[in-house]
């Protein structure tokens, strides 16, 4: 049966149109898709892609352009180049559109049953911090995205929604270079700890946030609080419900890890 050239996929409710006339890079656009993509035609998309020829080399290979609500995001690339650009945009705005549900800017990694949320923006260290987390006997989820649901639990998702793989391969995050082997399911948030790499500073020095202060910190990273802004506020008073919320500094990140894998243990 041939491949439509236009798919409609959805996933945490949040559609995305796909226009391909090349079955081939269709193809390896939908195979670099994680599973949480589901088709969904019919419905309303919330952003359309497109991939569509834009010439060829002297030998004869066919370029591609990559549109996204009519703006260039590939111009003369190659089809597994035009499928990989396609992946990555529609997770990205799948953070932007996702309904019913938060998606925070945060590392993410399990312990003792519960999820640890390190919420803070690109580049503000928890990559670092999650890789640290992970040496020290946590289980890596994601260092940069956590999906949390209007129960506040956080949805474990079959691969990292945004794994950036200069990071990944610098602290050797699961993931690097690939699909993380993740597991499924759902877990309660164990704790929101808000830090701040001080370069020399004692490996963790805390204060207690309250869960009102907790929340704001985890609604300022939120990635649809735009179009979503009663379900992300929702989620993330769930959340903290029964978390330890805490604030601080903290110095070297297998030091610091060590001693939060520690509190929550005995806790």
């Not at 948030?189 to 985890?218: H, Q």
């Not at 379900?231 to 030091?255: H, I, P, Y």
Request: with cysteine; net charge negative; proline share 6%.
């Amino acid at each position: 049966m041939p491949v439509s050239p236009v798919m409609r996929l959805s996933a945490f409710g949040a559609v995305m149109e796909l226009t391909c006339p090349d079955p081939p890079t269709h193809s390896a656009v939908i195979a670099a898709l994680p599973a949480y993509w589901q088709p969904a035609e019919g419905a309303e998309p919330d952003v359309r892609f497109t991939a569509e020829p834009s010439g060829r080399t002297a030998g004869g290979d066919v370029r591609w352009r990559v549109l996204e609500d009519g703006t260039v995001r590939g111009e003369g690339v190659t089809g597994a180049q035009a499928a990989h650009i396609l992946a990555l945009r529609m997770d990205y705005q799948l953070g932007a559109f996702a309904r019913d549900c938060a998606f925070i800017h945060a590392g993410v990694v399990l312990h003792e049953g519960r999820a640890i949320l390190l919420p803070g923006a690109s580049r503000a260290g928890k990559s670092t911090l999650t890789a640290a987390m992970v040496r020290a006997g946590a289980t890596y989820v994601s260092d940069d995205v956590a999906a949390i649901g209007l129960d506040g639990r956080v949805r474990l998702l079959s691969r990292a929604l945004t794994l950036r793989a200069d990071m990944a391969e610098k602290h050797a995050l699961p993931g690097a270079g690939g699909t993380a082997v993740l597991h499924e399911g759902t877990v309660p948030v164990g704790a929101v700890l808000s830090l701040v790499y001080r370069d020399g500073a004692p490996p963790l020095t805390l204060r207690p946030l309250s869960a009102g202060e907790a929340v704001l910190r985890l609604v300022a990273q939120a990635m649809n609080g735009r179009h979503q802004p009663e379900a992300v506020l929702q989620s993330c008073a769930a959340a903290v419900t029964s978390a330890w919320c805490a604030k601080g500094n903290r110095g070297e990140a297998d030091a610091a890890s060590r001693e939060i894998l520690d509190y929550l243990s005995e806790a």
